[in-house]
């Protein structure tokens, strides 16, 4: 259902006087068109916003109608833009509504409303034709489905264009999803989990309640042969990345295993490959291959790669990413929402300059079938300070994780991204449930995970989706 423009009179009428748009290349009713959608500044009542499309476009509200999105109702969803800056032709408006539950897309409403008009499969009032300064009125209406499972529902919006890939302005600063404003968030008035629960979405990523050390010790010498490891829960072998199902192509496969004390989170991760890069020198050497801030970019050649949200909300808000390669080498950062911030080809990656703390080890497995190399890792809870206390979780709280073993920025993992995104897709991201102290059993006999799990290693190698990185402007 589209709403009538009239809809929009309370919002306008105070400033329609002195509502002047450029529209340069429209016909006369398009500029008329245009004007109508025109104000001076932003009306009273509206929810303000902050949202910088680099220095170049401005989200500075948005109005909601009603404020509950229940299944099969219709939604109004006013927001309110400013250009500060001369655009080329062809940038246009998108709007994407996600489903809570694992990020589902619901709907497209790019072509909904007055203000994104299409005329001949072209956007007709493209951001070139605003009058900068000027504050456009644009108005969406939605149906929400009647099969949504989330108790909300999120409009996300930003600016792109059709030539150049599908590039997206980039969010400078506000609420953000990949490059996408977040710019409401409505409760559908679906049941929620209980307090303290811990609800799995329905796409059911693994989750996997790990225990602290009883007592017993980790000394972090890449070996992991320390009585602690015995009991520790483990992943299983690794996953392909696209399809969730067993590798068996990729060249590399692995598993991890995760405890905790009072001081540190461990991780035990075992590689199984039959080779692997054993350069980065220095970042003169190599400059290409290092971060603008001095960091290897590790999954350009082989490394292991821990995501950890621990608000274990899998928002992609103040997540942390390590990698560690079979050189011991080590790249870290913390972003504050998906891959941002970013500088660029080089970057920073988010905030390289996270003071990690972390101390970790490596071996190297040269000989017979099960050559790889082993990491071994302790993190100081002290390290996650920022969104949360920098303390041990309590027992029973819930923190979203993701391993992977790389090679030439591809992957498995132990949680599938199913397509959905690129390795820091947080909604994909599994659960750890921290326990409580448990006393090490003895251990089964077993065969080695890595060596079950061994991958392929015939010519043909088929590779699953890029990690993508550095992050390119990205088709909207």
Known sequence: MRRKLSGLAVGIAFTCLACVSSGKGLSGDDKDKLKQLTLDALPQGVAPLSIDFENSVHILGVRTEPEVAKPGTDIHVTIYWRADDALKEGWQLFTHVVDEVEDRPIGNLDNSGPLRQVRDDQAVFTLDRWERGKVMVDDVSFHVPDDVKGATIKFLAGVWRRDGAGARLHVLSGPNDDNRAIVANLKTGLATSAPGEVKPPASDVPVMVVNKLAGDKIVVDGKGNDKAWEGAVSTGAFVDVGTGKPNTSFPVNGTAKVTFDDTNLYAFLEVKTSEFY???????????????????????????????????????????????????????????????????????????????????????????????????????????????????????????????????????????????????????????????????????????????????????????????????????
């Not at 820091?424 to 003895?442: L, N, Q, W, Y």
């Open 278 to 476: 054993q350069g980065f020198i220095d970042a003169k050497a190599q400059p290409k291959d290092f971060t603008a801030a001095g960091q290897p970019k590790l999954w350009t050649k082989d490394t292991v790669e821990l995501m950890i949200d621990p608000d274990g909300d899998g928002d992609n808000r103040d997540y942390f990413e390590i990698q560690i390669n079979p050189q011991n080498k080590l790249f870290k950062s913390h972003f504050e929402t998906r891959q941002m911030p970013n500088g660029g080809e080089n970057g920073p990656f988010g905030h390289e300059d996270w003071d990690s703390q972390i101390k970790s080890a490596v071996s190297v497995r040269k000989d017979g079938d099960n050559k790889g190399y082993d990491v071994e890792v302790a993190i100081p809870w002290a390290a996650f300070a920022k969104g949360r206390q920098g303390v041990m979780p309590k027992g029973g709280e819930s923190w979203r994780f993701n391993f992977y073993a790389m090679k030439e920025n591809s992957g498995v993992s132990w949680s599938p991204i199913l397509g959905k995104g690129n390795f820091h897709f947080a909604p994909r991201f599994g659960r750890i449930v921290f326990g409580k102290a448990e006393p090490v059993p003895s251990p089964a006999p077993s065969a080695s995970p890595s060596a079950s799990a061994a991958p392929s290693t015939s010519a043909a190698k088929v590779r699953p989706p890029k990690q993508d990185r550095p992050v390119p402007l990205k088709p909207h």
